[in-house]
């Protein structure tokens, strides 16, 4: 036991947390250290307070744990500052050459012992290695040769900071690379990779031993056959099982390998080659399946060209994408693609979106509109200023954001990794007991039950449980994200899928954020057309919103804007000229009263309506008095009204809208779009307690813009932005990256149908498992039997997974 004088405790602030997961995460990670005896995390506080064995592990280490998880940490008040931090580093890259989950596992326990490695990720379903490490105690070499070590492949991608450390896919030789074997399709996998090859000349070796068997009835020569090909597929499996050895891990490498020399000593040269076959095949199946959904995200990148057209001192050139920086102007050509973010200063032209939003149509851009890397120039010339270099462009954005959420953790995945490991443990227990107890104590023949105990074996590694989950999440965010939906993580897409409250605020997301005529009222003297020409004509020249209202409405109307001869403008009030010998007034009630323009009781009466209705009234009249109104107020978005039908559609009843607005605008704008329930007057402290007050009776999701909603968003379960990309991918959980409400219940379903096809997926994986420890106990099944159960069922769960993945919009529109 620990000596108490050897205890001693550390306090800080913690920052970065977003919500009390947070906390119990940090609290588990801590905990995982030797030498600490206890860590607590208030997330109400942020406070951290972690009692630890100063012989075991140090501050420093503590610290550094805590930073790699991605929070900040400073001293309490009036403590005495921290032991300085040497800074961190993260590596982040693709790993190729994995077969299963117990591939990442091995790679994560190898590089966990290499010394100021703070934290090691290696997902199997997106082939992505992270590593937050301190480069005094090791270098980003010495990283990747551990891994190279083992028998993958380390290679960067774009969308990653390039360095010479890691070689790209075209530094290496395809053939001599495993980690984009999964890249190709069809006969090229079989016969121009690694795993694939493996597979063909196994299976012919195999083959060849059946027909020497049965046919020529040579059956020393089926033997030999029989070896070549368990020889041929083994050597890679081999070597991933001596390295799970030396780790002390029973993964399915090691738990295949045993099998397969078990039965080659009990003679079974047959079903020795036939286990390693099948569980080769079973792999090269299972990763040939899964690259089509990580190349479909990795292909977002390869979308955006590697050089670029830039005006630089009068001329054009072409440089590489990597050297422009921002304010430098592109030309960008009919048919080619857009490489980098940026505003266009010249030219009209169509350009397909779809990358980066999913719209099918192509977007009208011309003078001041925003565009993308990735997208495609499809009618005319265009000069674009640039906004962001390429490391900071949207599609690099999204592919990263992407790539993290599809190896993020969903809470349903912890209770798969604790029933594993229950579970291995006990059916190799159960196999050990089935070797020995039979024959030392009841005098049976060895050779049965040592067969009996292979199979067990080869059932023990849970390999379709395993990856139920991240098979799933990689298939659902990349099916969202070709559909302009992004998942920030697992959690989030698990939280969606049990909403039973959805919020939304009005302005900029229910509703378009901007001023729009809703209606004309004349007073008889003028026509509706004429005084609205007659507004436009003297607000053409304004910046402000409600001019821009009217003058856009009157362009739609087709109306021919007249030059007043004389011009005033009166700032807060309004503006007046002279049409001919005629004076006309456009502003509010304080130009008029300025003025001293009397407004009748009938006029009275029309600006007190219109102000009823929550709407803003703009006044036009002359010298003798008022001859009508513009009532002008927040346009609903087009699709808003469709938005809600689809949510209740799918059964979402509880629909709430939250507004800083008057109730008898909210009450309008809810009746507009058909929602029932709404709260009006609410300060940004107030979104807040109803936020919290509707968490207490359900799941609760909030739906903004992310520009004066983001304490709303953040209290919510699940947050959705909609609105500017740049600004949603900060705030929000989910965004909506096509800004099209109706993608809400695509999200909400999808989500939904995330978790039933994991639920589907655990049950199938336990329900076969169960049923072929009992055929194997029993000894009614076979080596081959068990191998083709437990290859079978992690295929099952892949293609189940996989349906995900062609998920549309319009299947629930």
Known sequence: MNSASALKTLQAQIGGMDCGGCAKTIEATLQQLPGVA???????????????????????????????????????????PPVQLPSTQTLQAHVGGMDCGGC?????????????????????????????????????TDIIQRVTSLGYTVEADRNFDRTDDIPTSTDQPATDSRSRQSDRTGWQFWLKTRRGQTVVFSGIGLLLGLIAEHSLLLSLVAQGFYAISLVIAIVPILRAAWIALKLRRADMNLLMTLAAIGAAILGQWFQGALVIFLFALGTALQNFTLGR?????????????????????????????????????????????????????????????????????????????????????QTGFLEVEVTHTSKDTTVARIVHLVEEAQESRAPIQQWVDRFSAIYTPIVLILAAGITLVPPLLFAQPFQPWFYKALVLLVIACPCALVIATPVS??????????????????????????????????????????????KVHNLGAMSDRTILMVAASLEQQSEHPLAKAIVAEATAQGLELESPESFTAIPGKGIWAKFGLVIYFVGNRRLFEEQDIELSAAAQSLLAKIESQGQTPVLIGTRQGLVGALALADGLRLESTEAVRLLKQMGLKRLVMLTGDRAEIARQVAQQVGIEEYQAELLPEDKLQAIYKLRRSGVVGMVGDGINDTPA?????????????????????????????????????????TLSVIKQSIAVALILNATFIVLGVFGIIGLPMAVFEDMGSSLLVTLNAMRLFQSKVNEWN
Do not use: C
């Open 293 to 377: 959904t990580r190349n479909a995200i990795r292909d977002l990148m390869d979308l955006t060209p590697a050089s670029a057209t830039v005006k630089r001192n009068g001329q054009e050139v072409s440089v590489s994408v990597e050297s422009v920086q921002v304010a430098e102007v592109l030309t960008i050509r009919p048919g080619q693609r857009i490489a980098l973010d940026g505003v266009v200063i010249s030219g009209v032209s169509a350009v397909d979106q779809s990358p980066i939003t999913g719209e099918s149509l192509p977007e009208n851009k011309e003078k001041g509109d925003q565009v993308f890397a990735g997208t495609l120039n």
């Open 473 to 518: 999440l990689i298939s659902a965010i990349g099916a969202a994200t070709r559909n302009g939906v992004l998942f920030k993580g697992g959690n989030a897409l698990e939280t969606a899928g049990r909403l039973t409250t959805l919020t939304f605020d009005k302005t900029g997301t229910i509703t378009q954020g901007l001023p729009v005529v809703q």
């Open 104 to 140: 990442a596992k091995t790679i994560v326990a190898n590089l966990q012992q290499l010394p100021g490695i703070a934290e090691a990720t290696v997902n199997f379903a997106s082939e992505r290695l992270k590593v937050t490490y301190n480069p005094q105690q090791v270098s980003k």
């Open 38 to 80: 206890e860590a607590k995390v208030s997330f109400a506080t942020e406070r951290l307070n972690v009692t630890y064995d100063a012989q075991q592990v140090n501050e420093v280490t503590i610290r550094d744990r805590v930073i790699a998880l991605g929070y900040t940490l400073n001293p309490m008040p009036n403590q005495s």
């Open 713 to 753: 968003l953040a209290a919510a379960d699940v947050s959705f932005a909609v609105g500017k990309i740049d600004v949603a991918l900060e705030v929000a959980d989910v965004v909506l990256v096509g800004n099209d409400l109706r993608r809400l219940a695509y999200a909400i379903q999808l989500s939904r149908r």
